[in-house]
């Protein structure tokens, strides 16, 4: 019903910058919020950031000041701009949206994007 197409992942050194996106396509009636994770080799999933509808963000404590989300609502697309990125913020990025969609009940979905990998050499 709902996909979710990743990119902007990458190989950069410690440092660097790099600027995901995630577009949404499918049933839609809205999308109430949308957000990265990522998990890294033998790790949990971890939130990275989230931003809803009405535009409220949240983030991890561990990128608070580098990393920055935002959202095109009307192409259903969210963005996450990487700065001063570090080693370890290496992982697989997957981005998350709750969507609602039927017109005639009220019901949110959580669908998931096949993810990204960001690599950061030192």
């Known amino acids: 019903q709902v996909h979710l197409v990743e990119s902007g992942g990458g190989l950069v050194q410690a440092g660097g910058s790099l600027r995901l996106s995630c577009a949404a396509s499918?049933?839609?009636?809205?999308?109430?919020?949308m957000g990265w994770y990522r998990q890294a080799p033998g790790n949990q999933r971890e939130l990275v950031a989230t931003?809803?509808?009405?535009?409220?963000?949240n983030y991890a404590d561990s990128v608070k000041g580098r990393f920055t989300i935002s959202r095109d609502a009307a192409k259903n697309t969210v963005y996450l701009q990487m700065n001063s990125l570090k080693p370890e913020d290496t992982a697989v990025y997957y981005c998350?949206?709750?969507?609602?969609?039927?017109?005639?009940?009220?019901?949110?979905?959580?669908?998931w994007g096949q993810g990204t990998q960001v690599t950061v050499s030192s």
């Open positions: 998350k949206a709750d969507v609602r969609t039927r017109i005639v009940r009220i019901v949110v979905d959580e669908f």
């Open positions: 499918g049933i839609i009636f809205s999308i109430n919020a």
């Open positions: 931003i809803t509808s009405g535009g409220l963000i």
